[in-house]
């Protein structure tokens, strides 16, 4: 028995180590094998990335987009917040919204993109309102359907025990519905990741996405895989930390 | 605060009722009527607004009905919604065959699961429209590239939502199958794919939205024909009436592709229960 699971727990390690070593692999090769300005090697890749490190390229890319997407998330938690505990609470704007904001979170935000621009212009608050307009919807409806959702049993109890309003949002409403919020904030952080891209490719070419959208322009293969390679840490790291926090508020969550 | 004092005294009558709500819904026409004139109050919010403090050239919604007329007549419009849906509609078709195969693959044979789940997990965390500008440099500026980006977009939720269904397929299906000593190919077309589709559908209905933001993006940094490049082209020549009618369009296919997944799981698999979302 115990020598099988010490069997079993070799196959998995080698399936996950030699996933990675395989895909590395096959990118050192190809990229070798395949010219420059098509697919670029692993190593030509992490030495460009090192090289854009060191430069300073990276890093002030890096803060750009990071403003954008903090100062986004902050408006698009906040507006999404509010917006679905009004909409839950308040049946009439419920009635009256939700099918609006059902079609809104339908529609491919990209597209309005060209509307902002010209209604906006370039700037910092064009993409902000770009990443919020990317990011709340998932949190609103979230919010709204943890809102919603709050058994009738609750509120009696409080309302026996003449509890004030007051405090009925503070100790019964708000920390039901916050395990639903976490759960939306997790689908909106990738979400506003998408937002923030979009919006350095079209509105002001700065941050993550303009550094790709020049090395693009320059045919520069390797340093389009280094900030790919750049993205794709962030987009884990930021599923890692909303993962995290919906598993953190789900301890007390009910139903 | 009122509402909520009324609405807890009145569930307090009708306990049988599931929501809190359900006892003081108003009738289907009320829900109407207050439906329309919120939708009515936006748009006069929407045109008032815009007329006295935007620029004449921003869309209103007077505007863009107006608009209809000269987009219908307009000669590429129509060729633009065909080639944005139909390539939408090949890159589903593309992204369901093979998003099929490989979930199922990753779903059933734990060692492929073990290679490939990471790819697939990191893939799906990251936005892929930061993949676009590498993919013109493959493909040129040519509609191959709006394809492939569609693929890569769809593709993901459907493999996820396959694996995650097909490792749970039943036990007992499999024990009988055993007995019975059934081929293993008959095993996978008899229970492991019937099982698998309510996931693909429930994969799909993720993966249109996406599909629609890959065509558009791609069109964006492209420019081939396509409803992403009307809107980008109307917009900067100060025609955002009729760019506001092709974005509509792009909403409303969006949005009947879902109505119609949604009426296929309800119809033809009652049984199905949605897996938790990555």
Redesign the interface.
């Known amino acids: 028995m115990n020598r099988r699971t010490t069997r079993h727990r070799l196959r998995v390690l080698s399936g996950y180590v030699g996933g990675v070593l395989l895909g590395a692999v096959l990118w050192q090769v190809i990229g070798t094998i395949a010219p420059h300005e098509v697919f670029d090697s692993l190593s030509d890749t992490l030495a460009r990335l090192w090289q854009i490190i060191l430069d300073g390229t990276l890093g002030t890319a890096l803060w750009t987009s990071f403003q954008t997407y903090l100062v986004g998330m902050v408006f698009a938690l906040i507006i999404g917040a509010f917006g679905g505990l009004l909409l839950a609470r308040r049946q009439l704007l419920r009635i009256a919204l939700e099918p609006y904001a059902i079609a809104l979170y339908a529609t491919p935000m990209v597209g309005i993109i060209p509307f902002l621009l010209a209604l906006l212009g370039f700037g910092f608050w064009p993409k902000v309102v770009v990443i919020i307009l990317f990011a709340f919807f998932p949190v609103l409806l979230n919010t709204q359907r943890g809102a919603q959702s709050i058994s009738p049993e609750l509120l009696d109890v409080a309302r026996v025990y003449r509890t004030r309003e007051r405090d009925i949002w503070r100790h019964v409403i708000l920390p039901y519905t916050l395990p639903f919020l976490m759960t939306g904030v997790r689908q909106s952080l990738a979400r506003g990741l998408v937002g923030m891209i979009a919006a350095d490719f079209f509105l002001s070419s700065d941050g993550l996405g303009g550094l790709l959208i020049t090395a693009s322009e320059r045919f520069d293969t390797a340093e389009m895989l280094a900030i790919t390679l750049v993205i794709t840490v962030i987009g884990l790291a930021l599923m890692a930390i909303g993962r995290a926090l919906e598993n953190h508020f789900a301890r007390w969550r009910v139903g | 605060?009122t509402?909520?004092?009324k609405?807890?005294t009145r569930?307090?009558i009708a306990?049988v009722s599931s929501?809190?709500?359900a006892s003081?819904t108003?009738s289907r026409r009320k829900?109407i009527t207050?439906?329309a004139?919120?939708?009515l109050g936006?748009l006069v919010v929407w045109q008032v607004g815009f007329t006295l403090f935007?620029p004449a050239?921003?869309?209103t919604p007077i505007g863009a009905i107006l608009a209809i007329p000269t987009v219908f007549a307009d000669p590429i419009f129509f060729p633009d919604v065909a080639s944005t849906l139909g390539a939408v509609f090949e890159g589903l078709l593309i992204a369901i065959v093979a998003g099929t195969i490989i979930g199922l693959a990753m779903g059933r044979l734990?060692?492929v699961?073990?290679?490939?789940?990471?790819?697939v997990?990191?893939f799906y965390?990251?936005?892929l429209?930061?993949?676009?500008?590498?993919f013109?440099?493959?493909f040129g500026y040519t509609p191959q590239a709006r394809l492939a980006m569609i693929v890569l977009e769809a593709v993901l939720p459907i493999i996820y939502n396959v694996a995650e269904g097909s490792r749970i397929v039943s036990a007992t299906y499999l024990d009988v199958t055993r007995i019975h000593r059934v081929a293993w190919w008959r095993v996978w077309t008899g229970v492991v794919l019937p099982n698998a589709l309510p996931y693909v559908l429930a994969g799909l209905d993720l993966a249109i939205?996406r599909a629609?933001?890959g065509a558009?993006?791609a069109e964006?940094?492209t420019a081939i024909d396509g409803l992403?490049t009307y809107?980008?082209f109307n917009?900067?020549s100060f025609h955002?009436n009729e760019?506001?009618i092709a974005?509509i369009v792009?909403?409303i296919f969006?949005?009947v592709i879902?109505a119609l997944i949604n009426l296929a799981v309800r119809r033809g698999l009652p049984w199905y229960q949605p897996v938790k979302?990555a």
Request: glycine share 8%.
């Open positions: 605060m509402t909520n004092t609405t807890a569930t307090r306990r929501t809190p709500q003081t108003p829900k207050l439906w004139s919120a939708g936006i935007a050239y921003i869309a734990p060692d699961n073990r290679v490939l789940g990471m790819y997990g990191a965390a990251i936005p429209i930061a993949i676009v500008p590498l013109t440099v493959w939205g629609l933001i558009v993006v964006f940094v992403g809107i980008l917009v900067h955002q760019a506001v974005l792009v909403v969006a949005l879902r979302e």
